[in-house]
T-cell receptor, first 116, second 114 residues
Framework: AQKVTQAQTEISVVEKEDVTLDCVYE???????LFWYKQPPSGELVFLIR??????QNEISGRYSWNFQKSTSSFNFTITASQVVDSAVYFC?????????????FGAGTRLFVKA | NAGVTQTPKFQVLKTGQSMTLQCAQD?????MSWYRQDPGMGLRLIHY???????DQGEVPNGYNVSRSTTEDFPLRLLSAAPSQTSVYFC?????????????FGPGTRLTVL
């Protein structure tokens, strides 16, 4: 069975601090995909990144970076120099190739508060 | 492109009533899914479809029916609403390549069952 664990329910930081959101996954699939989505207070869900299981390169996009480690089944998300606009709920998600088709399992989410 | 649209945005039902949540996408995406979002539980997959005429159950399918007669539309039916179905419902679509790609989400429907 697939599972995504985001152990941090809420995180509160002061603007300009760096913050890391943890994501640990479980899957028996040999090929799988990991995602991060952002849900700002307005409620929509916004795609941030996709990572394939066969590509362990870390990625940086502006203030955002992602650290994928298959050895620890983790796909952590770091925001550098956080800003108030980063306040949102962030979801980690997992899709498996061998689980019978297109199924995406989401973690419970981490609510990030960035205070000015 | 309108993307993924959902109607209605808000709905209040009484226990036992039925209704259909509408979802449409204009991106010619093959994959479509329905999720419900409850506090502290993330998004849970209700049903999904990999193409017109093909649907399957997700994590929490009980109490919900779906059909996919066209590529564009993927309605979610509640046959007899229960208070436990009070939630925010999101429809999503994704395009097919050799990889699993990101999903595009609709704005959500907030459903309250009294």
């Amino acid at each position: 069975a697939q599972k995504v664990t985001q152990a941090q329910t809420e995180i509160s930081v002061v603007e300009k601090e760096d913050v890391t959101l943890d994501c640990v996954y479980e899957t028996r699939d040999t090929t799988y995909y990991l995602f991060w989505y952002k849900q700002p207070p307005s409620g929509e869900l916004v795609f941030l990144i996709r990572r394939n299981s066969f590509d362990e390169q870390n990625e940086i996009s502006g203030r955002y970076s992602w650290n994928f480690q298959k050895s620890t089944s983790s796909f952590n998300f770091t925001i550098t120099a956080s800003q108030v606009v980063d306040s949102a709920v962030y979801f980690c998600a997992l899709s498996g190739l061998n689980t019978g088709g297109f199924k995406t399992i989401f973690g419970a989410g981490t609510r990030l508060f960035v205070k000015a | 492109n309108a993307g993924v649209t959902q109607t209605p945005k808000f709905q209040v039902l009484k226990t036992g009533q039925s209704m259909t949540l509408q979802c449409a996408q204009d991106m010619n995406h093959e994959y479509m899914s329905w999720y419900r979002q409850d506090p502290g539980m993330g998004l849970r997959l209700i049903h999904y479809s990999v193409g017109a005429g093909i649907t399957d159950q997700g994590e929490v399918p009980n109490g919900y029916n779906v059909s996919r007669s066209t590529t564009e539309d993927f309605p979610l039916r509640l046959l007899s609403a229960a208070p436990s179905q009070t939630s925010v419902y999101f429809c999503a679509s994704s395009y097919r390549t050799e990889h699993y790609n990101e999903q595009f989400f609709g704005p959500g429907t907030r459903l309250t069952v009294l």
